[in-house]
Antibody, heavy 121, light 109 residues
């Protein structure tokens, strides 16, 4: 069974750094790209980017290039999303997603449960 | 960036009726890489349809997708009580600008 299990909720102050995680199981880690999707409170979905776990190649959405960093740790089947300096506008639920393959390429076929990040002074 | 506009914003139907949700792209999507997702309150979205018309694993056949170019449609035949949720379309034809529509809320009438 494919599972994407994300780290727990975080409360941070503006300017602080943060790294959240997504541990996958149920398939070969390096075989599928992983990505991140943001959902601000009461709002829609926004794509941050994707990373290829095989070689850490990344594609960032235009709005998020330079704002966040995606990475992976192959030895523990885990993807990460990190911020160097959080802003209040980063307050959102962040979903880890798996990019499908073949005809499902660029569809996100499995989702993590979401990590709520709250940034407030 | 390709903008996806979903309509209507809210659709109010009774169980058993047919739901037709629209997703219009600001530019033609030559690859037809359009997906649809369902999101219920407090849950992560779930993939329903990929490549415009293919149902994801485990999705009931009352859900169907169609369309090409700039106009795409998600149809739910005979809406069930568990189908009341928010639905998002998503395109990935012009990377790196993968985008989602703003969502359509399907409400019980």
């Amino acid at each position: 069974e494919v599972q994407l299990v994300q780290s727990g909720a975080e409360v941070k102050k503006p300017g602080e750094s943060l790294k959240i995680s997504c541990k996958v199981s149920g398939y070969t880690f390096k075989s599928f790209w992983l990505g991140w999707v943001r959902q601000r409170p009461g709002k829609g979905l926004e794509w941050l980017g994707v990373i290829d776990p095989a070689d850490s190649d990344t594609i960032y959405g235009p709005s998020f290039e330079g704002q966040v960093t995606m990475s992976v740790a192959k030895s523990i089947n885990t993807a990460y999303l990190q911020w160097g300096s959080l802003k209040a506008s980063d307050t959102a639920i962040y979903y880890c997603v798996r990019r499908g393959d073949g005809l499902k390429s660029w569809a996100f076929d499995f989702w993590g449960q979401g990590t709520l990040v709250t940034v407030s002074s | 960036e390709i903008v996806l506009t979903q309509s209507p914003d809210t659709l109010s139907l009774s169980p058993g009726e047919r739901a037709t949700l629209s997703c219009r792209a600001s530019q033609s999507l030559t690859s037809n890489f359009v997906s649809w997702y369902q999101q219920k309150p407090g849950q992560a979205p779930r993939l329903l349809i990929y490549s415009a018309s293919n149902r994801a694993t485990g999705i009931p056949d009352r859900f169907s997708g169609s369309g090409s170019g700039t106009d795409f449609t998600l149809t739910i035949n005979k809406v069930e009580p568990e189908d009341f949720a928010v639905y998002y379309c998503q395109q990935s034809g012009r990377l790196p600008a993968l985008t989602f529509g703003q969502g359509t809320r399907l409400d019980i009438k």
